[in-house]
């Protein structure tokens, strides 16, 4: 495998640990995304740094994503429960 794409980076403090941010140009040609599960491996010479799944959704991007048509209509279709009725 072949690097065509690289950058120098810093490792810095983060809490009790240490990171390394990732350009927005490097994260596009690995295809990370925010949320993007990973798996850091120590290897002869190295760090090596996999996507292992696929990145876990924002609130608003379930929300986007979200057809009430297809899904039943109501998010939570209950009875009131309180206040909200109104007589």
């Not at 009790?16 to 990732?22: S, Y």
């Not at 925010?34 to 876990?56: C, H, S």
């Not at 929300?63 to 297809?70: E, M, S």
């Amino acid at each position: 495998m072949s690097a065509t794409t690289s950058a120098e980076q810093v490792i810095q403090q983060w809490g009790n640990g240490l990171a390394v941010r990732l350009t927005a140009k490097i994260a596009k040609a690995a295809h990370l995304a925010l949320g993007q599960p990973v798996k850091v491996e120590v290897v002869e010479g190295g760090v090596f740094l996999r996507p292992v799944g696929k990145p876990r959704l924002t609130l608003e991007q379930k929300l986007k994503l979200f057809d009430p048509k297809l899904h039943g209509g109501e998010v939570m279709a209950d009875a009131p429960v309180g206040r909200e009725v109104i007589r």
